[in-house]
């Protein structure tokens, strides 16, 4: 596995690859890789002849009392699991040499970017179209992996590339799940025994709404509030941020099922946020 840490250098990998007619896979992470990751790199590799990964904890996606500083870090254990993948590139940039001290242009992605977790997270996702734009700058992917988890982000990562014309594939891959349901996250780190016990309600109240939903006689307010009667009963949760059904397109609230809805939640465990989706057809 190539280790590359600077931009240029990158790129010139990049150009080379593609000149020889290669095509290129990027899974963009932020390191503390997990179950979840390694099945964006293994679809990766199934679909690419080069497979990159890139490892950047982008601290303009955190806002001020987030965890940036406490964000996991594993940078040995996450080598040896990539290698062992048989990952071609590991792009792991510094900070400076991603937002030099006179970096000043940010993507802003209206409306999307507002609702679900922008509502609680303001600059979170003009942080994330910002990066991601700057790697494929930087890794010219042909395709790039994003886990359905960040729903959200999928969405203003695909509106991003096509309003700004990029020449990338944006694939979208099912969240993987431990044994109890709850979706890995390198989040799940900061949970207690207690904490991840109680936290495989969301899942709970995900999988038990969509049934309640493809079993027919229900509406969104019903589903609404059989989703936050669940969370309420579980005393370690300590704020639900949202919980509802949602336009899968245009994110916002709906009153009436369509063909495919996005059920979706987002709670505080302690001071640990977690969100987790599903879509449901109808
Ligand atoms: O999902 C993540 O890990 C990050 O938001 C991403 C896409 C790598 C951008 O920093």
Avoid: W
Avoid at 23 to 36: Q, S, W
Avoid at 146 to 162: C, L, M, N, P, S
Wanted: glycine share 6%.
């Amino acid at each position: 596995m190539e280790l590359i840490r600077i931009p240029r250098i990158m790129l010139e990998t990049s150009k080379q690859h593609l000149s020889k007619g290669k095509t290129i896979g990027l899974v963009p992470t932020m390191g503390a890789l997990h179950e979840g990751h390694l099945s964006l790199i293994k679809r990766a590799k199934s679909e690419n002849d080069i497979v990159a990964v890139s490892i950047f904890v982008n601290p303009i996606q955190f806002g001020q009392n987030e965890d940036l500083d406490k964000y996991p870090r594993d940078t040995e254990g996450d080598m040896e699991k990539l290698k062992s993948e048989g990952v071609d590139i590991l792009f792991m940039p510094e900070v400076k040499t991603i937002y030099p001290a006179r970096f000043s242009t940010y993507i802003t992605v209206k409306d999307l970017s507002d609702r679900l977790c922008g509502a609680f997270r303001p600059g979170h996702f003009s942080g994330v179209a910002t990066v991601v734009c700057k790697l494929f700058n930087i890794v010219m992917p042909t395709r790039a992996y994003f886990g359905q988890k960040d729903f959200q982000q999928t969405a203003v990562i695909k509106r991003t590339a096509e309003d700004l014309n990029m020449n990338v594939e944006i694939v979208v891959c099912p969240t993987m799940r431990e044994s109890d349901g709850l979706a890995m996250s390198s989040r799940n780190a900061y949970l207690s025994h207690g904490e991840r016990k109680a936290a495989s309600v969301i899942y709970k109240a995900l999988k038990t709404s969509s049934e309640l939903i493809k079993a027919g006689n229900v509406n969104t307010a019903d589903i609404q509030k059989h989703m936050h009667d669940m969370l309420k009963a579980e005393p370690l949760i300590s704020e639900t941020q949202y919980a509802g059904v949602y336009d899968a397109d245009a994110l916002d609230e709906i009153n009436e099922f369509k063909k495919q809805n996005l059920i979706a939640i987002a709670v505080k465990i302690g001071s640990t946020r977690l969100i987790d989706n599903m879509l449901v057809e109808f």
